[in-house]
């Protein structure tokens, strides 16, 4: 059994720039909404059971709390941002688990959701459905996944090594050291992607990292310079593994099962209507059809 998990806000966006703009009749713009649905029924299609999809309802949370200069919504156009709650329920009434995140992200739904999900022995695989680079703090061997929808690439442990040179449980403290632009905030002087790596695939954690340069594995180069940046902004370091930490205890669901699709509601055929797409309804309806027929 598989359970798959969405980040609505990526697909959103993604389609947003891919799809050319429709506006319903009142002149609310709802092409990426139309997108992301067919996009999500495509995996219902496909055979995928249990799926849900995380967005974020507003682009603050509780990390602007933290730190000032993390990302906020400004600058993200009104016909973007306008379609978050048409989204929402677009999936709802498709029949589509749906969390849309105020408090949190949708990133820390999505690594929520992932970390109940895999608690459940009958749960053969989750698999994370975006390319954020956030969401590898979350996979499991290959267990729990990534899967970029986009090129078909999936990312398991070993793939999230190769791709930066350190394990899942490290992200948090990479994405320290590095940077994170998307998100706001900047990282350390001199710990380019590199270094960063050198380092923690030998001392994991910020705390694993030696004070003294003098006992770093003797491969890392500029060890003196990186020992006495990080000892300099050291509470900086911490505050941006908070930032790139995500929550797990984020509110998903109490039960895998209730991410179980069981076909479209009554109101999905409506609004529809509204997107200007009846065919998104008639596939719907054929598919739990045809799933009902085969239980």
Known sequence: MEVHLVDGTFE?????FAVPRTTDAKGQEIGAVRGVLS???????KGATRVGVATDHVIESFRNELYPDYKTGEGIVPELFS????????LSEMGVKVWPMVEFEADDALASAAHKAALDPRIDKVIICTPDKDLSQCVVGDRVIQLDRMRNIFRDEAAVITKFGVAPQSIPDYLALVGDSADGFPGLKGWGAKATASVLSRYPHLEDIP???SEWDSSVRGAQKLADTLSESWNDALLFRKLATLRIDAPVFDDVDELRWRGPS????QLCTRLKAPDLFRRAAAAAAKRAEIA
């Open 12 to 16: 959103l966006f993604r389609h947003f």
């Open 266 to 269: 009554p109101g999905f055929e």
């Open 39 to 45: 996009s999500v029924l495509s995996m219902l299609e």
């Open 83 to 90: 379609q978050f709650p048409i989204l929402e329920t677009g």
């Open 211 to 213: 004070k003294n340069a």
